[in-house]
């Protein structure tokens, strides 16, 4: 059991007079809240910095998650200095086994580091939590309350879960040391490695931790930006010399005045550009103590044949910028290895470009990247919720997992999504009920995302994504025949991880995807059962419902603002100016997750129809409006099973989802 106070083997004999008394008081404050345990000065950067290991007392992991000590920088500097989380840095790294590595306490001079803090999280969302009191509020503190607060105010407004960025440091990167180690393994090795995947599934996070862990081991890593337009819109020659510059920046800065390429600019002009590339890498590789080059290219698909430039296609630049590089290489194996990653991995797949080798098969070990498994999902979240007060409910690991595929990002988006809808104070819990109340909100969240995916895949892969509209719509015998005559499309889809086979049978692995395929895909299933009619019927119409929802909040705000949004609301549905809805908000009334259903198809209709003039953009003509709502509204569910619909109506309803969906969806998103 831990208490507030202090070690008693702590001791200040190490410190100068005048800072030894102050340090001593504000252990004495410190113990107020927590077990102070340690206290040190060290030199850094030519400046001497204050410090204090803290244990968190029973009642402080109850109430923040914490279960390692935390550090507490004392800055006696009259300003506060950013330099000041380099030496944070470093002490995290010295003591990684013992100090927590996301949070850390700073009391210092300065009266604005309160106000210099949040700037500073405000332009950096990676960086760790830090509470900070200025000196003079902890020497009068009297009382634990007044630590607390502080406390409370910095772990628990934060939205941690809020990164759409790639992660550039380890604070919230996980569930990734094991591809991490595998990709270090072939480059100790000097083998050459691949990593395709999704968009936004974490690749650029990935190389970033892969670079910090070369840095840490000291060995020379240089990555490439291949979506820079100074490399894809020049020559391959021209390309080499970039690639060389970009290498010599990142690994040996002092060797650029001795590479040929700064000495002799023609040399990389002509067709002799490949020896000067091979003998200034070898100098960069002698001034690096010979140590091997990691060089990783990312979103390689702009130095390929899939390239905007269609010169590396037409004029044979991609033959000869990988024909130099694989030849480099396969001289002196020790020099360098290289990792491509991006999207697209079929230029890889192919031995033959027209007659010429293909210089680039069978050169790399390539792989999918993929998503999170139930217990990496499970340790990312709960790891980010602890410091957000949050705790899980364990069977919403499963549910993410199954409706987000433990795709990294959507996991975060969704979390941040319950974040903000769960209202309790926090610490709380995120309750299994939660989760299913708002399930069609929170795959409804991930929809901006989830279409950019789709765009890029069927950009790159137009017969995978016709595939996956089958398959969404459950035109089962469409998508069959088509696995059957071009397996290799099958594959593509199941090294993404967007399917997976089962008991015989493909499967979506994120249900997110699925939903919004069934309803924006283009394609009809031919022979469909009554059964199978109402039910997409069924699901079309509750999502055009959904958006009808989002637009009237969204438009009646922006004309009237929200106080008169809900005014003109209440105009419009006369039934809920009843003295029982008072405190209603404009939300209350078009949200589906209370017990009582405010709204009804029919009423948003008439909520449109009396307030036109926010949605004649919209909708353009208000007759077509009423007519494609009435039918949307007639063709709705059934209660008797067996009730059939003629083709005729069905046609016809179609018709009219889609009259309303293509004119909701462009200002829903």
């Known amino acids: 059991m831990v208490t507030a106070g ?10 100068d007079k005048r800072i030894r008394e102050d340090m001593e008081c504000l252990a004495r404050k410190l113990a107020l809240l927590w077990h102070v345990t340690w206290a040190r000065e060290e030199m850094f950067k030519t400046s001497c910095y204050h410090f204090f290991f803290v244990k968190p007392t029973n009642m402080l992991r109850v109430q923040f998650n914490l279960d390692r000590e935390l550090l507490v920088l004392v800055s006696l500097f009259p300003t506060f200095d950013a330099r000041s989380l380099d030496f944070v840095d470093k002490l995290m790294i010295d003591y990684n086994n013992r100090l927590d590595k996301i949070c850390f306490l700073i009391i210092s001079k300065d009266f604005e580091i309160k106000k210099k803090i949040e700037q500073q999280t405000n332009q950096d969302k990676e960086v760790r939590i ?3 009191y200025t000196i003079q509020e902890v020497m009068a503190t009297v009382d634990k309350e007044d630590l607390l607060k502080r406390l409370r105010d910095c772990f628990f407004v934060r939205d941690l879960f809020d990164f759409t960025a790639p992660l550039k440091k380890d604070l919230f990167f996980f569930g990734r040391s094991e591809l991490i180690h595998n990709l270090y393994s072939r480059y100790s090795n000097g083998e050459n490695s691949g990593l395709f ?15 910090r862990l070369l840095k840490l081991r000291n060995e020379p890593f240089a990555l490439i930006q291949c979506d820079n337009p100074t490399f894809y819109l020049s020559e391959w020659n021209q390309a080499l010399g970039h690639l060389i510059l970009k290498i010599c920046e990142q690994v040996c800065p002092e060797a650029k005045k001795k ?12 067709h002799e550009a490949g020896i000067s590339f091979g003998k200034d890498l070898l100098y960069i590789y002698s001034m690096s103590k010979k140590k091997r080059i990691l060089l990783v290219f990312d979103e390689i698909e702009n130095l390929t ?7 590396w296609v037409d004029q044979q630049h991609y033959i000869y910028f990988w024909q130099t590089i694989r030849s480099v290489y396969q001289e002196n194996s020790s020099l360098f290895s290289i990792v491509l990653t991006g999207r697209n991995p079929s230029f890889l797949e192919t031995s033959k470009i027209g007659r010429v080798d293909n210089p680039l098969y069978r050169f790399v070990n390539s792989e999918y990247m993929k998503f999170f498994d139930v217990c990496q999902t499970e340790e990312m979240v709960t790891s980010i919720g602890n410091y957000m007060g949050l705790k899980f409910d364990k069977q919403i690991y499963t549910y993410l997992t199954d409706d987000f595929g433990g795709h990294p990002l959507f996991v975060r988006l969704v979390c941040s999504k319950l974040h903000h809808i769960v ?9 299994c009920f939660t989760y299913k109340e708002h399930a069609d909100d929170l795959i409804h969240h991930v929809f901006a995302d989830v279409s950019e995916i789709l765009i890029d895949l069927q950009n790159s892969y137009p017969i995978e994504y016709d595939l996956l509209q089958s398959l969404a719509i459950d035109d089962i015998e469409v998508f069959e025949e088509y696995a059957m005559e071009m397996p290799e499309s099958i594959e593509h889809l199941v090294g993404y991880g967007i399917i997976r086979k089962s008991d015989g049978k493909y499967h979506f692995t994120i249900q997110a995807i699925r ?13 469909l059962s009554a059964e199978d009619k109402w039910a997409e019927l069924n699901s079309v119409r509750n999502r055009i419902e959904v958006d009808l929802r989002k637009l009237i909040e969204q438009n009646l705000k922006a004309k009237f603002g929200k106080h008169d949004a809900k005014t003109k609301l209440v105009e419009s549905i006369p039934r809920l100016s009843s003295d029982n809805y008072t405190q209603y908000e404009l939300s209350d009334f078009l949200s589906k997750k209370k017990q009582e259903v405010l709204l009804f198809f029919s009423d948003l209709t008439h909520v449109i129809e009396k307030n036109w003039t926010c949605f004649d953009n919209v909708f ?16 709705r569910r059934p209660d008797a099973h067996a009730t059939d619909i003629s083709n005729e109506e069905f046609e016809e309803a179609r018709r009219c989802f889609d009259w309303l969906s293509n004119r909701i969806s462009p200002f829903v998103g």
């Open 130 to 132: 830090i509470v900070p």
């Open 259 to 270: 590479l040929i390429h700064e000495r002799d600019k023609t040399s990389y002009m002509t």
């Open 620 to 635: 353009s003509v208000k007759e077509d409006f009423s007519y494609n709502m009435k039918q949307a509204n007639k063709y």
């Open 197 to 211: 995947g999704l968009r936004k599934i974490g690749k650029t996070s990935a190389l970033y931790a892969l670079g």
């Open 305 to 311: 044949l899939l390239s905007p430039n269609k010169n």
């Open 423 to 431: 209202k309790e104070e926090r610490p709380c819990s995120v309750l």
């Open 6 to 15: 202090i070690n008693k083997k702590l001791t200040f004999e190490g410190f």
């Open 515 to 527: 939903k919004y395929l069934e309803g924006h895909t283009k394609l009809r299933k031919i022979k």
